[in-house]
């Protein structure tokens, strides 16, 4: 099972599950966690291979995960914890595995907030894919990732965020790494669905002005799916909960609160 940790509320009953990236873990929301137990019930997790989840001894057999199995690690937790229902805050790749868990198990995902959220790789984004294919069995990781990370959060203002997913990331192993990136291989015809089918779950978009590799997808999504709703962060990039705490912590719990 995930590493996770679990914080019970006094008298509040909703429950709100936070879904890092990929080369993150749950301290991302070093951030958030203050605010957000003041008024929820939090469930912050490890995916597999991140943080304190390490890899297991089937996952040594298995070189190739999917979005699947990685969302039904996400389930076992709630299970376990017997977490019928839940708000869902995702950033990065971890609004994909969201959506996914909400196509899945629609009947345990109350809303989705998608921070810097991934709805399609643009030819900038599938370019870099390519390289990563190409040289992730020869470099080490680590090169590829702070290279990912530069081209992700480019500018002076999301050094932090940078920072911050390089470091979590080199706890990765070489393999693990390699395990993940192979998900983008069912990536493209993954995020066009979810492009395509509105699930009709509220879901509010969280996005910074300066995510220039993902902001204008989410923008045509938002018009398309009746149920969505965006807010844009200015000065901000791709990591909204680090880069702009303040502004996505009141936004986000307002929108919990009334959804």
Known sequence: ????????????????????????????????????????NILLLDLRGHGNSKPNIK???????TFDSITADIVEVL??????K?????????????????EN??????????????????????????????????VPYIWLYKFFAFVIMPNKNHKESRLLFVREAKKLYQKEFIRWFKLTSEINPLL??????????????IMGGEDYLFLPTIKKVVNSHAQSTL?????????????????????????LQNV
């Open 59 to 65: 996952d040594a057999f298995n070189d190739k995960y």
């Open 231 to 255: 807010f844009v962060v200015e000065d901000c990039g791709h990591v909204v909960n680090v880069e702009q705490p303040i502004i996505f912590n009141k936004e986000v719990i307002n929108y």
């Open 86 to 102: 839940s708000h869902f805050i995702g950033i990065s790749l971890g609004t994909i595995l969201i959506r996914n868990l909400a």
């Open 105 to 138: 198990y629609s009947g345990r995902v109350k809303s989705m907030v998608m921070g810097g959220a991934i709805m399609k790789l643009n030819f900038r984004s599938q370019l870099l894919m390519r390289l990563g294919v190409i040289f992730k069995s020869i």
């Open 192 to 205: 066009r669905f979810f492009r395509t089918v509105d699930i009709k779950i509220p879901t509010f978009y």
């Open 79 to 84: 299970d376990y914890e017997e977490i019928d």
């Open 1 to 40: 099972m995930l590493n996770y940790t679990a914080y019970r509320h006094k008298s509040s009953e909703q429950w709100v599950t936070f879904v890092h990236g990929a080369g993150g873990s749950s301290t991302i929301w070093y951030k958030q966690l203050r605010d957000f137990k003041k008024h929820f």
